[in-house]
């Protein structure tokens, strides 16, 4: 049912749809209220959306790159995350 979630989700929402979805699952299931079937429906959902950010912070991660300023002028370098 996630992968199913994820697929739908990869084509219709912005990061910042998916990422304000899940904050609200996380909310709603901090709160303690649904009934289990309804929680494990909601975490799902949630878990789609996790892999959906990731995804698509991945994509942009890609395709960021850097200016960098050297002696023959402003010159495009790739990005490089920290390897931590």
């Known amino acids: 049912m996630t992968d199913k979630i994820y697929e739908q989700d990869k084509r ?4 910042e749809e998916a990422a304000n979805e899940l904050e609200r699952a ?3 299931l901090e709160k303690g209220d649904l009934p289990l ?3 494990i429906q909601v975490f799902e959902r949630a878990i789609g959306l996790v892999r ?20 023959d002028g ?9 390897a931590g």
């Open 37 to 39: 079937e309804q929680s």
């Open 12 to 15: 219709e929402l912005t990061y």
């Open 74 to 82: 402003v010159r495009e370098a790739e990005f490089e995350p920290d």
């Open 26 to 28: 996380i909310a709603v």
């Open 52 to 71: 959906l950010c990731n995804m698509k912070l991945d994509e942009v991660e890609k395709k960021i790159t850097i200016l960098v300023e050297g002696r």
